[in-house]
């Protein structure tokens, strides 16, 4: 079952870019979120999530907005409209509304949202479980240049995860998520280069595999 830290991790570099300018105050993006904006409705949505003060009805509006901003094609908001559903925050748990709404955002090359979706399907969350299409999500998602998501190639590779096991193929993975800025992949490499590598290759791999707390525990 997938905790919450699992959950953050995926989305640990969600965006703050969403804290207002001089020039697009909160009351700004208000008004261009109620005039239909997309980009407005997304942005002025986050700020009334991630506000400790906000109402229930504040949220019920940021909900609203988020899927207004979805239907008009933004990339991100039906990511965010996941993690609500995902995590019940600003509106009820749902699963199974939650994974619809990341199959938007990976359609749309949301990376973000491909691990999650991958991350569901690995551990049959809101879904049955498929190992092969939690793959899927994952290299779509590292065809994209996400680090996290080459590190998860490498595992599902070399552990035999969703696709058949193959060393070689897993040490490229390793090298692309090394190129993406991986430092646990440069590590691993390093290790590789040495002739002891065995052992500690190993160790190294269980401490990455605990480390992204993505797979079945009882796999």
Known sequence: MFTLRSIANLFCTVIL??????????????RKA?????????????????DSAATPQDKQQAIEWLHQSTAA????APA??????????ATPQD??????YLTIASDRDNHRAQLLLGHFYANGIGTAPS???????????????SPQAAELMFLCFYDGFGVRQNK?????????????GSTDAKHLLSIIKRPEKSPDFEENVNLLRKKLDFFPQNR
Not at 34 to 50: D, F, K, S, T, V
Not at 95 to 100: D, K, V
Not at 168 to 180: K, S
């Open 168 to 180: 070689d193929l897993a040490l490229g993975w390793l090298e692309n998520a090394a190129d993406f």
């Open 95 to 100: 699963l199974q509304e939650a994974r619809h």
């Open 17 to 30: 870019c969403l804290l207002p300018g001089a020039c697009n105050t909160p009351e700004a993006l208000a």
């Open 80 to 89: 965010i409209l996941a993690l609500c559903y995902t995590l019940g925050n």
């Open 131 to 145: 190992p092969a299409k939690a793959v899927e999500q994952i290299r779509y998602a590292a065809m994209q240049g």
């Open 34 to 50: 109620a005039q239909g904006e997309p980009i407005a409705q997304y942005r002025c949505a986050m700020l009334i999530i991630h």
């Open 73 to 76: 094609g933004n990339r991100n």
